[in-house]
């Protein structure tokens, strides 16, 4: 740090000995509302001014990179405020990488998504989605490269090329499981890259899938205990690591055993959310970042040189959170609704509100199934927290809410487009 | 004011940092929050320096102070446009801390408003030079810039 503080004030004297009028007088005013948003030599863009404009630069700078916090924080406010919708949305994200101070406040100003409905960086990607309206978004599939393409927006024809790209999927056949892996670009799907987010593994038969996290469980809201297998592989933490990955999820398709043309039953359990998240005043986890390319959390990362770490939830897991009952404590587990047999049309029925407009046996629609013992609401166990189905050729819409975040939901969808004829 | 006199001899002195000495009307004067404690206990022998504002600065915040209430209500916006209109990116930026520093009534959201516009649909690079800010990211939080940059953009206007 000290090193650092040097150079900012040598900046400061240029720039006044050059007759930056602002800074005198105004330095000792002023020291106290600058905290964190010092100036520090440049490190790599933009390229280095030349001598002949190094004078204005320093003297430009020295006055915007003290501008007070408190109006840098009006205008990131007025920003982020008037761009509520994607591209334009985008600039918000510009503002977060303008230099530190502005990071900073961008990311004090910009709610998660169960606060105010919209996606912002990626990171809100992880984030529970909205408690009541359900983030709208649409499933793009391209059958011949396998790919799955994830966009905000109602669907391709009312957002035309205005749809923003949320998460991308590949999907790879192996020889005893089918992965998808998602990422969020949809040209680079390898796992050592910064892009990766996690990944949906099916079992041979394709009748339970298991979502795995790039990430870490952030927090300590954790429901039950996550020890992780190979603890000789923990180290400390180098720079950049192939992301580990975490069992967040599982979701499986109950087999048919009448081998008749029927509804699905799936079930879907989060391990890392707890069902108190649907009630009133429960949480579940809000990462606020992106954790697996630091080693700032070198302590919490864990790191293996063979095999992927795998981090298990065992069932055994102690309550370290006196105030709140066990049951509440336990994942959620998510159910699809059962769907009614509809005599005139001769089909099996469930009401998308508009959303689906195509029977197919992949439309679903989730909602929370609670043991009497946990005490969830009865209007709670009948909303649609993830709501998937098909509106045209490849393409499909998928609007899911509160505690689900768009990844988890992105991957549960995903599951329904690979489940095998036998549990049909 | 509670006691009438003639403006002259009630008026503030305001000395800016560059060493010209502004008279302005209480009025005026109340309306820049910052020194407004202080013009209770000046009198017309009391010049009240500001440090941090350039005679320009306060020329163009007195005119604004001057000239808003005198613009019909319908006519503020149009006025408030006008204002900001013929300011350059440089000018812009020095009266925004200016009026950021002496709390100016009205002015502070005019300015604020007006510089959130400018940086609307700009890339990184453009805030950066605009507002003269010099990148201080380490490595990796550049990389974690970078990896959410990428994916909020696809295209960006040409600066």
């Known amino acids: 740090m000290m090193p650092f503080r040097t150079i900012v004030y040598e900046l400061k004297d240029i720039g006044e000995g050059i007759g930056n009028m602002y800074r005198k007088g ?20 933009p390229p280095p001014p030349s001598p002949s404009s190094f004078s204005t630069v320093v003297s430009e700078q ?16 007025r920003v982020e405020a008037s761009e509520t919708s994607w591209p334009a949305r985008r600039v918000v994200v510009a503002c977060a990488s303008v230099c530190r101070s502005w990071r900073e406040i961008t990311y004090s100003v910009v709610k998660t998504p169960e606060q105010c409905s919209w996606l912002t960086f990626p990171i809100s990607l992880k984030q529970p989605g909205p408690r009541d309206a359900p983030i709208q978004c649409f499933i793009k599939r391209e059958r011949v490269t396998s790919t799955y393409r994830l966009y905000l927006g109602l669907s391709p024809a009312l957002t ?4 923003k790209l949320l998460l991308a999927a590949k999907k790879i056949r192996r020889a005893t499981c089918t992965e998808f892996l998602l990422s969020l670009v949809p040209d680079d799907f390898s796992r050592d890259s910064n892009t990766y987010i996690g990944k949906l593994r099916s079992n041979f038969l394709g009748t339970k899938f298991t979502i795995m996290d790039g990430e870490p469980p952030h927090d300590s809201a954790v429901p039950l205990n996550c020890k992780l297998q190979q603890r000789d592989h923990l180290k400390p933490l180098l720079p950049r690591v192939a992301a580990a990955n975490y069992n967040v999820g599982t979701i499986s398709y109950e087999l ?29 986890p809000t990462p606020s970042k992106f954790t697996n390319c630091y080693n700032e959390h070198a302590s919490t990362t864990p790191i293996s040189k063979g095999k992927k770490p795998r981090v298990e939830f065992g069932s055994a897991g102690t309550d370290d959170s006196p105030g709140s009952t066990p049951s509440a404590r336990e994942p959620l587990i ?30 679903f629609q989730l909602v929370a199934a609670a043991e009497p013992s946990q005490n969830v609401a009865v209007a709670e166990q009948e909303k649609v927290i993830l709501q998937f189905g098909k509106i045209g050729k490849d393409i499909f819409t998928m609007d899911y809410r509160y505690p689900l975040s768009a990844f988890q939901a992105f991957a ?12 049909e | ?47 009240i320096s500001l440090p941090d504002v350039a005679a320009f600065h306060l020329t163009k915040i007195i005119e604004y102070l001057e000239g808003k209430p005198a613009a019909a209500p319908s006519a503020v916006d149009a006025f408030e446009a006008q204002f900001v209109k013929d300011l350059s990116p440089e000018e812009l930026k020095g009266l925004l801390i200016a009026v950021g520093y002496l709390k100016v009534n009205g002015l502070v959201d005019l300015m604020a408003n007006t510089v959130a516009k400018l940086i609307e649909n700009k890339s990184v690079e453009y805030v950066r030079k605009f507002f003269g800010v010099v990148n201080d990211f380490t490595p990796a939080e550049e990389a974690k810039c970078r990896q959410e940059h990428a994916w909020a953009f696809d295209g960006v206007d040409e600066d």
Do not use: Y
């Open chain 1, 26 to 45: 105004a330095e000792s005013k002023h020291m106290h509302w600058h905290g964190k948003s010092h100036i520090a030599p440049e490190c790599s863009l």
């Open chain 1, 62 to 77: 020295s006055r915007w990179a003290n501008l007070p916090p408190e109006l840098l924080l009006d205008i990131v406010q």
């Open chain 1, 160 to 163: 035309c090329d205005m749809s």
């Open chain 1, 256 to 284: 048919n055993v009448l081998r008749t043309r029927g509804p699905r039953r799936m079930c879907c359990t989060m391990h890392l959310i707890p069902i108190s998240a649907i009630q009133e005043g429960g949480t579940a």
């Open chain 1, 334 to 363: 998510l159910k699809n609704k059962a769907p009614r047999w509809h005599e005139q049309l001769q089909c099996w029925c469930l009401n998308f509100k508009g959303r689906v407009t195509v029977a197919s046996v992949k439309n």
């Open chain 1, 412 to 423: 549960i969808c995903l599951s329904s487009f690979d489940t095998k004829p036998a549990c």
């Open chain 2, 1 to 47: 004011m509670a006691e009438k006199a003639s403006p002259s001899s009630n008026s503030i002195s305001l000395k800016t940092v560059d060493g010209k000495i502004f008279k302005v009307s209480p009025a005026i004067a109340n309306q820049m929050l910052t020194i407004q404690p202080l013009i209770k206990d000046s009198d017309s022998s009391t010049i």
